[in-house]
């Protein structure tokens, strides 16, 4: 189909966020076709000087937004705000509610001053004892249990990414979506707040509810009991590391006999999905000591076939030379204000067939204040005083 999948055209997004949070859940709406504005301080979001591994949050979370400068704490700069207000159908933000108020955007003033506006708060917690402390992704791991899950007992540990910032903006992103849907019919916006803590929650909601039905604190995933008779990363002939799953009969059967361990297909001490867990102790050597005389290649091309589970000990970088991630609309391509290119993933799902294939550009501080102020009916002399002294040069206007 030639039509291009942009459900949420005509839609205006004002975004007042950093880090990832907010970003993430104004990404995920540009990519559905909304206009997204990112409103920026004068000296530019922080996030865009960030450094190590936060170097990637600003061009990731960013991309395919229009950048207007507001100086918040002059009289001009937040009437500008609520001009730019008055035009939007979305308003994004995650900072603290009285940080919110002193930059003109007291979140009751807004619902009472534009009551079909939809208003996304992206908050550590959501309203109880909790509501007013600082939260970030590593914080909330540690509260909820997650990072407890995650090492070994006496090492908690922290997911790999920035997973629950990129997930409750996705809860954002739903939210907004049904509220959208709702204005359709009532005419009226509503205020939704996303709490990273709760997105945590359910992210450990398993292991949660686990104890519930158990009543006992399940132990943390690298020493799990096991559901699977193999489910084990492993040393191949070549010295990579191999995840390998038997979960079913049929994969028992089949890595029993690629492998040539007829005789643990035929043990009658094995002929259960129960025996085998609880046979694992001196079975997993035998498995292990077969794994290890074949390259990860030669296993690869053996498992495909067959249906079962595996898979190399990849790296981030490695990505790029995955062929299934390399396929047409796997990677959009994006610029960045010093020209420089990258590719990210798209969005995770197709439409008719196809994936997203345009993430948009990194917008450079304030390239679009003057063309979206002064559709607001602001002359240059309103927008510099706006956008704040001294910073058209650093801004590139």
Same mark, same amino acid.
């Given at each position: 189909m030639d039509r291009p999948f942009r459900p949420l055209d005509g839609v205006r997004v004002v975004e007042m966020s950093h880090m990832i949070m907010g970003p993430s859940c104004g990404l995920f709406l540009a990519f559905l076709g909304a206009e997204v504005i990112k409103v920026e301080p004068p000296g530019g979001d922080k996030t865009r000087d960030l450094g190590g591994m936060g170097a990637a949050f600003f061009p990731l979370a960013n991309r395919g937004k229009k950048s207007v400068q507001l100086d918040l704490t002059s009289e001009r700069g937040r009437d500008a705000l609520h001009r730019l207000l008055d035009t939007a159908d979305v308003f994004v933000e995650n900072f603290r509610?009285?940080?919110? =108020?002193?930059? %003109?955007?007291?979140?009751?003033?807004?619902?009472? &001053?534009?009551?079909?506006?939809?208003?996304? =708060?992206?908050? %550590?917690?959501?309203?109880?004892?909790?509501?007013? &402390?600082?939260?970030?992704?590593e914080v909330v791991q540690m509260m909820t249990g997650l990072a407890y899950m995650t090492g070994p007992s006496g090492r908690p540990l922290r997911v790999g990414s920035s997973a629950n910032d990129i997930m409750a903006g996705l809860f954002g992103t739903v939210a907004v979506l049904g509220a959208l849907m709702e204005r359709d019919k009532t005419g009226e916006g509503r205020h939704v707040r996303i709490g990273l803590f709760e997105n945590c929650l359910v992210l450990v909601a398993q292991h949660m509810i686990q104890y519930e039905l158990e009543g006992r604190n399940p132990p943390p995933m690298p020493e799990r009991e096991f559901s699977w008779p193999v489910y084990d990363i492993f040393e191949t002939a070549d010295g990579r590391q191999m995840f390998v799953g038997a979960v079913t009969e049929g994969h028992w059967h089949a890595l029993c006999d690629l492998l040539g361990l007829d005789d643990l297909r035929s043990d009658e001490r094995l002929q259960t999905r129960m025996d085998r867990i609880n046979a694992r102790d001196w079975t997993l050597p035998r498995i292990a000591a077969a794994l290890a005389e074949r390259t990860s290649e030669e296993l690869a091309k053996a498992f495909e076939p067959l249906g079962i589970p595996y898979s190399p000990i990849a790296r981030p970088c490695d990505m790029y030379e995955d062929p299934h991630v390399m396929r047409p609309g796997g990677l959009v391509a994006s610029?960045?204000?010093?020209?420089?290119?990258?590719?990210?993933?798209?969005?995770?799902?197709?439409?008719?067939?196809?994936?997203?294939?345009?993430?948009g550009d990194v917008p450079r501080i304030g390239q679009d204040t003057a063309a979206v102020l002064g559709a607001l009916g602001l002359d240059e002399v309103e927008i510099a005083a706006a956008r704040g002294a001294g910073e058209k040069e650093r801004a590139g206007a």
């Open positions: 509610d009285a940080s919110l =108020s002193a930059r %003109g955007a007291d979140l009751d003033a807004l619902h009472r &001053r534009y009551p079909r506006l939809i208003v996304a =708060s992206h908050k %550590g917690f959501l309203h109880g004892p909790y509501q007013n &402390r600082t939260a970030m992704d610029k960045l204000p010093d020209g420089r290119h990258f590719r990210a993933p798209s969005l995770p799902f197709e439409v008719d067939g196809e994936m997203f294939d345009n993430g």
